[in-house]
């Protein structure tokens, strides 16, 4: 029987030809193969506020993966909460959950915004309301925002989202939304 040596320099080599294939782009990273399209430095998103008839169309991360602040800053103006007008510092996990999303529906589509940062006042009087909200929501701390893609189904939509498992997902079929948020992965 034939024993293979397994010295440094094949160690090495072995090496080498791995990192090849990783940087040429060869290998067929887990996503993919799972049909999902992989997380990458694209950042580009084009959204509607339902409530306020903005639009914002913007490439918030660089090549490199960088985000701009400008970009940002607009991202975090257009998610304000349309109730008072007080704007907050979105996550940008929150930002890049929807933009994968977006991207394994096909890309180039607008997202419709439902709701995005909440004020802790337009929170409590949707509670007075009975409008079902959360006490503590992730709205409150810019990490969620409600949406619908026009021409995707929300089941559609709702099922992307879950196989990415970044964070919560949250089907609303009467209100005509999903939730999504940077929080833990979780379902309702």
């Not at 306020?52 to 660089?62: I, K, P, W």
């Not at 026009?150 to 949250?170: K, M, T, Y």
Request: net charge positive; with cysteine; proline share 4%.
């Amino acid at each position: 029987m034939h024993r293979r040596r397994f010295d440094r320099r094949t160690i090495l080599k072995a090496a080498a030809g791995g990192a090849f294939l990783l940087l040429s782009g060869n290998a067929i990273p887990r996503e993919a193969s799972a049909g999902i399209v992989p997380p990458g430095p694209r950042g580009k998103l084009s959204l509607y506020h339902t409530h306020t008839g903005e639009r914002l169309s913007v490439a918030y991360r660089d090549v490199r993966g960088r985000y701009d602040p400008g970009a940002v800053s607009a991202l975090n103006r257009i998610l304000r909460c349309h109730y008072t007008g007080e704007i907050a510092e979105i996550d940008l996990r929150v930002i890049d959950f929807i933009e994968s999303v977006e991207r394994n529906l096909g890309g180039g589509k607008e997202i419709h915004v439902v709701s995005g940062y909440r004020s802790p006042e337009y929170n409590a009087k949707l509670l007075r309301e009975g409008r079902g909200v959360a006490r503590n929501s992730l709205h409150l701390q810019g990490k969620a925002i409600d949406l619908r893609i026009p021409g995707i189904r929300l089941d559609s939509l709702r099922e992307a989202a879950l196989r990415l498992r970044e964070g919560g997902v949250g089907y609303y079929p009467g209100s005509g939304f999903v939730h999504i948020d940077s929080g833990r992965f979780r379902v309702w």
